[in-house]
């Protein structure tokens, strides 16, 4: 593929990548909202926001297969439009059940389109040979922070409806500009129509599947306190620091402004620390960071606190992904990020769950355990080296 071919398919994956966190993000800060549209309590919610993590787990599992009968350009334009239908739907909802059957459809498309485009994201590292996957990754932090301070600005004046009904129709015309500019782009790893003749790829031996899930657990163990903000923190805010609607909104778009900057310094990070440094010095600072935002009683050393996690919970993910990929190509890529999703989406739930038990601030410290934890395997694996 000529150059300009493949600044064109960087600039259209960006693009959908800013997307998604964009949407995502418009999503999680009416989820207070929307709870008490619903009348749901906190475990209630918790199931009910499983209905993302059901839905992202089933699509996971096969999207892998429909990008390579039908392309991960077209599948991820497809579920792109999925995403921004789903996310209308929520405020049509008036029972924590009907919450749950809607969040189906929003999961199911949002865990299709991070497979599809993480995938057209690997082949595009591989061809230009530059370490750009934080570049990516910056892109949907981006956009989750316009989608929450967007929101933050509306959430005093209009109610969800109009919100998510505008950020659909919003979501629609920029997949309707990017869509065409990826499609005229021809995948870097064809369809399986097209690929006769193609070798069938190497089995791995069971060490090397043994790393590929440890390195996956990285990301789960990140990501999982990227979920957790995303769908709890703004609710911790408002109820338990006494925030207004619009400065709890604030709160996860700190969060998501300091991911965006410390994911855009990745690669230079990299460079100088490389990748044991990087998940050290990140996992210990994203687990400072947020016992401080769960545990202070005062909201500006909260949003302090959500900040410094989000900065330090960076790069975490996209090192582990890249370790993976290392080690076994594009199929240890697909295992390490469906467990990181995984972990995204199952978190927020579990959350949920703990709350009910003890208290809101006590199951956000889960997220700093789980960040020690992704150090310790980060130090653990130290001197693993690609085969």
Known sequence: MPGTDLVRLRLALTAFFALDGFVFAGWVVRIPAIKEQTGASASELGLALLGVSAGAVVTMTLTGRLCRRYGS??????????LCVGVALPPLTHSAAALGTVLLLFGAAYGGINVAFNSAAVDLVAALRRPIMPSFHAAFSLGGMIGAGLGAMVAGSLSPTPHLWGLAALGLVMTAVAGRALMRCEPLTPAEDNRAGRTAPRRLDRRTRALVIVFGLIALC????????AD???LHLEEDLDASPGAAAIGYSLFALAMTIGRLT????????GRTRTILVGG??????MLLGALSPSLPAALFGYAVTGLGLANLFPVAIERAGALAGPNGVATASTLGYGGMLLGPPAIGFMADWFSLPAALTSVAVLAAVATVIGFATRHVKAA
Not at 73 to 82: K, P, R
Request: charged share 10%.
């Open 266 to 273: 990745g690669t230079t990070l990299l460079e100088r620390l």
């Open 232 to 234: 709890w923190g703004a």
């Open 73 to 82: 350009h077209l599948v991820t334009v497809v579920c792109a439009v999925l």
């Open 284 to 289: 210990s600072t994203a687990a400072a960071g």
């Open 222 to 229: 990140t990501a999982y306190g990227e979920g957790a903000l």
